[in-house]
């Protein structure tokens, strides 16, 4: 087991995860702070994982019929206050544009929050019949919400998202796309960043400002603290009739249809990044790394086989490149190997391959995996294959220890002493029967500063007979509280 | 010929191009007006577009080396004027952020015109020796610049672009950067979007705001106008000495590097739309349109053969979506023939297919350029191959078409009698030799609205001894003046 952290100045993780992720997101050239209040700066590695997260998720929308379109970053601000509770739930983190073109604006505009007050007055306008339903639109955009105290992609002032918004005769049509939506982002989470978090609804005081039900992806993190990784409402017809969205059925029949809203951030790459790493740095998963597999010549002083090291090297490069995995030849003379390994353990490269003379002799390469260190031989033959097994193999252990860690900061209680016992000792998720009353939640909150997460999806239709472990009135579902970022 | 605009509400393209325009982007779905002044919303149809140009144009810069990241939005103003001349430039046109989460500001933000100041700051951060360079970054993001007369994609107070910014040890490999990036705008012109603009340098007046060079690639619109539509500029060392970017060297002396700029916009889809169209609606060429393909079944109100011609057609778009034609099969039976032929030529699908009853008997399916209403029979056994060549021809004869009207609407003359006759008689471009001072340019632009686009690259070089054709000053090159958008 190597332990490389003195050499790259990195905090362990073990000791201070707060100092860890920012020393890592900053030494990894994940992104970087900026001159702007809470706004960070997504440097090249750090995008090239949110444009893995895009590809894939986009793919999907398409496929459902999901079209993108791009709405304007400002909204007047009489547009936003028309629905109450939204207006409500964003007004205090606004940033708002007073002067454009040297001129104060006879109107502010809001840089846009979240875009359903500006998407939909324009669906108002484009949808008529039944005809021009379902309406499914989707933004990749840049969005503002003003934070005090801000964390590199976890909680900034501006941040990316893709936003999809859909419009639907029925209710049952909305709430079946807005699972579907949830589908999507659990799959994400699942299948691409090797996390297993929990899926479920949203309480009265958690839900979307407008929504009349929200859903949510509720990622574990090492520390027990909550991550919101993506959410997905249906806003039923709260905004269509503040809207005055209408369609016409084939009987002539006007109605106001019934619509969803549902995103997930570059917050998503903050949750990658906590999850993962360890005391060397990052670990990626091999599904969402930028960089899959790094090949490292091992040249010797003498330099006999220097140039045929380097051009198998390269002969293995193209191909595994040839095999769509994405690989790094990192053939630098100016940096010793030491060097080179440390620093693409920090960059969480997921499998690390050596070629010096040893291997030419033997007609192998090296292998050592990021997550686990493990060593392995692979035949130079017979490499795509064995990289793609190994890359499987790291994709599938990753999501295994994610799975393992969720499980270990759960816990089950009874009653509100053992709630708070449970808590003082370490922050976890705690599943409790729970009233669902909006002002208990208030007070557990202000008493534990843990609020509910979700109540799972496995838990909808749990009909027991128990009492809410707070406040002792009739439950019959359990919840999961937890603190959250 | 069809002619079939009464049908479709278009004003007829040679009777009021701008009203044309207007009408075109609406009705087929291209754009919307949005209830903030000056920015648009980007419907489907319209993004689609955008898209494929994003796609073409990504893998070219990422296959040099520049990768993407992400700036913030918000650029404080003190940073905004560090550069007197890039704040001279950009100043009038801000919208300025005063208020954040419910406070005023103690400085405030600009909303970015575009990301020189907020990049180069963390440049010099990043940057500390020869081995850093060349940084070649990328960003795919929103603007605003603030605007008094828009019009809808060619010019909007919010727009969506590319912005790349280079930094290089030498400024010679800035200047070959600053053309590379030139070379790939005129390809996407040229290849994708099928129309032939004059690509060449910008003169004192016209060039970017704290560059040193500017080049340019200018679209000749059907009525005589010059369509800015990307810029690259060779930015040397203007920059990176007033944002201290320094780089030591292999001997440990410390150097300004030399920096470039480039950017193309959503306006290259106004080029496109005004190019190409006709009476009928848009023309989109085959590399860039979002539908290259739409099969068009035709049943029969008798409707023997109907399940069958369905089952062909479905058929048929399969195959060609196997040979990644983008194709579309509009099998619905609510709309007659007629008006679905209508609404697919006013969104400018290239190529039409056709299969009814006799194409069924012949084994043909019968096809319609967009480009020129040119009917076409093929085969139904090697649809892809004759689609694919109706494809390539039709992106080919578009070209064709754009460099003819190029040369139609270029004049050459030698005094400003001529100049000034000329122009009174239609927008045109006009090749006059100049004597590149400011100040004659200016009173140019005051008495006849023509400013200089380029200096072609052909004419870079060009050494006469000739006479400016406006103020008798000795003049070496012609350029070449037009109105602008």
Chains 1, 2 share one sequence.
Not at 99 to 128: C, D, N, Q
Not at 256 to 279: C, V
């Amino acid at each position: 087991m190597e332990k490389s952290f003195e050499k790259k100045g990195l905090t362990p993780k073990s000791e201070n995860i707060s100092e860890w992720y920012q020393d890592v997101v900053l030494k990894a050239g994940l992104a970087d702070y900026s001159d702007v209040r809470g706004c960070m700066i997504i440097r090249p590695y750090g995008y090239a994982i949110w444009e893995n997260i895009q590809k894939t998720l986009d793919v999907w929308f398409k496929e459902d019929g999901v079209e993108n379109a791009y709405f304007p970053l400002f909204i007047p601000m009489s547009l936003l206050a028309k629905e109450k509770e939204h207006l409500k739930g964003f007004s205090p983190e606004l940033a708002v544009v007073t002067h454009g073109g040297g001129e104060e604006l006879a109107e502010p505009y809001a840089v846009r929050p979240t875009s359903e007050t500006i998407m939909y007055k324009s669906f108002k306008k484009w949808i008529s019949s039944y005809r021009d339903l379902p309406l499914k639109i989707n933004q990749w955009c840049n969005v503002v919400r003003w934070e005090k105290r801000t964390y590199l992609f976890l909680r900034t002032t501006e941040f990316l998202w893709q936003e999809g918004h859909t419009v639907h005769i029925t209710e049952a049509e909305a709430e079946a796309m807005m699972f579907k939506a949830l589908r999507w982002y659990q799959k994400i989470y699942e299948e691409y960043l090797a996390l297993s978090p929990y899926v479920g609804r949203k309480s009265e005081n958690e839900k979307f400002a407008g929504a009349k039900t929200t859903y949510s992806i509720e990622a574990v993190m090492p520390n027990g603290k909550s991550l919101q990784a993506a959410t997905s409402h249906n806003l039923a017809d709260n905004f269509s009739k503040v809207f005055e969205i209408e369609f016409t059925d084939d009987q002539g029949m006007k109605h106001n249809p019934f619509q969803t809203s549902w995103g997930l951030s570059t917050r998503a790459i903050g949750g990658l990044i906590l999850s993962h790493g360890d005391d060397s740095g990052l670990i990626l998963p091999p599904q969402i790394a930028p960089v899959q597999v790094v090949i490292l010549p091992v040249f010797s002083k003498a330099g006999t086989n220097n140039t045929e090291i380097r051009a198998k090297a390269e002969q293995l490069a193209n191909e595994l490149k040839l095999a769509q995995i994405r690989v790094t030849l990192d053939a630098d003379e100016t940096h010793s190997l030491g060097y080179k390994i440390n620093a693409w353990e920090l960059k969480g490269v997921p499998l690390r391959l050596e070629l010096g003379e040893r291997e030419m002799a033997e007609n192998l390469v090296s292998a050592t995996r990021r997550d686990n260190f493990e060593k392995l031989k692979f035949n130079q033959q017979n490499l795509t294959n064995a990289v793609k097994q190994a890359l499987t193999d790291i994709q599938a252990s990753l999501y295994a220890r994610n799975k393992v860690l969720k499980t270990e900061l759960t816990k089950e209680v009874k009653d509100y002493t053992a709630f708070k016992q449970v808590l003082r000792e370490q922050k976890v998720f705690v599943r409790v029967f729970w009233c669902e009353d909006k002002a208990c939640e208030q007070q557990i909150k202000e008493e534990t500063k843990a609020t509910t997460r979700v109540l799972e999806l496995e838990h909808i239709d749990q009909n027991e007979q128990e009492k809410c472990f707070h406040c002792g009135k009739s439950s019959r579902r359990q919840w999961l509280f937890a603190q959250s970022y």
